[in-house]
């Protein structure tokens, strides 16, 4: 079911890129709780796995299923480019009663048994006090789990903003969405984002939109804020296949001899999505051996491939990423 967002000329001039600390720690929180996103960070997963089980995060992920409605206040969209956590998290500490109880309500409604469960009833009981209590966990999973890894996190997410800020110059606002995620389509003067969380309609009156590239959503993309809060899409970084990588890392030795030394080496050379030339000039290769070696670990399911313009990107799955990660 699709969410649509209905531009008007203002709307057009206001979109902009931002990124948003307390995004990615609640979106890192989510990913804990599925293990289908994990092949992307195993390195992460495993340096934090002790921290991870001495927080409660129960109740956070509690309002996180694995298809519905989030709360929307925990994350509002960045009022600047490069807001810190801590103005992030003073603004979700802010959010008036009555609009977070809408917000809890709305989005445990949207799981069964959710509204009548003691966690349900205790947020909603005092929504005031569950504000402070969420932010505080919030909080604690910033320090324990994100803050360490930021600095890391934080050159990724812009270096995506720095590309597609020079993409949407080259190509335009409707070009440049294909281009973040397929799932993103412009007709007319509405922007639509595919998706299987239900259906939504906003109409936009001036405000813009924020996009944000974020490390822990691949591959889906993310919508619907609802006011009071600004609208935003919120869509899979590029380069998170070598995100935790160390420079200087080569091919495993082990993965080496499973697959071949050469088609090894490309699938551990897709650091981020690249096109077979990218590749064949990266790896000293001829295009056609690429080519085949792309195709090859495709098949194996190791692999994914979109277009973009006249090329063909080619970019790693969680099993490809824990593939070329493996230590032995």
């Known amino acids: 079911m699709p969410f649509h967002l209905h531009f008007s000329e203002q709307d057009l001039l206001r979109c902009r890129?931002?990124?948003?600390?307390i995004w990615e720690t609640q979106a890192a929180i989510g990913t804990l709780g599925r293990p289908a996103s994990h092949g992307y960070h195993l390195p992460w997963l495993r340096r934090i796995k002790d921290a991870a089980a001495e927080l409660d995060l129960a109740p956070l992920l509690r309002l996180m299923p694995q298809r519905g409605r989030n709360p929307d206040f925990w994350c509002p969209p960045p009022t600047s480019a490069l807001d810190t956590f801590e103005e992030e998290l003073a603004r979700v500490r802010a959010t008036p009663a009555d609009a977070a109880y809408t917000d809890l309500y709305e989005t445990l409604a949207d799981q069964p048994g959710a509204l009548e469960s003691p966690?349900?009833?205790?947020?909603?009981?005092?929504?005031?006090?569950?504000v402070q209590f969420l932010a505080d966990r919030l909080e604690q999973a910033w320090h324990r789990l994100i803050a360490p890894e930021w600095p890391r996190l934080r050159a990724l997410l812009e270096a995506d903003v720095a590309y597609h800020s020079r993409v949407l110059a080259a190509?335009?606002?409707?070009s440049l969405l294909?281009?973040?995620?397929?799932?993103?389509?412009?007709e007319g003067s509405t922007l639509t984002v595919v998706s299987s969380l239900g259906e939504y309609e906003r109409t936009l009156h001036g405000e813009g939109l924020v996009?944000?590239?974020?490390?822990?959503?691949?591959?889906?993309?993310?919508?619907g804020q609802e006011e009071p809060w600004a609208p935003a899409i919120i869509y899979p970084a590029r380069g998170i296949g070598g995100l935790w990588s160390d420079e200087g890392d080569r091919t495993p030795d082990a993965l080496a001899r499973l697959l071949g030394r050469a088609r090894a080496d490309v699938l551990c050379a897709l650091t981020d999505p690249a096109s077979t030339t990218a590749l064949a000039h990266r790896l000293g290769l001829a295009p056609s051996s690429v080519s085949a070696h792309l195709s090859a670990l495709k098949?194996?399911?190791l692999l994914v491939s979109r277009r973009y313009g006249h090329q063909v990107l080619y970019e790693r799955t969680p099993l490809g990423i824990?593939?070329?990660?493996?230590?032995?």
């Not at 190509?171 to 409707?174: A, I, S, T």
């Not at 824990?322 to 032995?328: N, S, Y």
Request: net charge neutral; no cysteine.
């Open 171 to 174: 190509v335009g606002f409707r």
């Open 17 to 21: 890129f931002a990124i948003s600390p």
């Open 322 to 328: 824990a593939l070329a990660g493996a230590e032995g």
């Open 178 to 186: 294909g281009e973040l995620n397929p799932n993103l389509r412009w």
């Open 119 to 130: 966690i349900g009833q205790r947020l909603l009981a005092d929504p005031a006090a569950a």
């Open 211 to 223: 996009l944000m590239p974020s490390v822990f959503t691949w591959p889906h993309v993310v919508s």
């Open 299 to 301: 098949g194996a399911g």
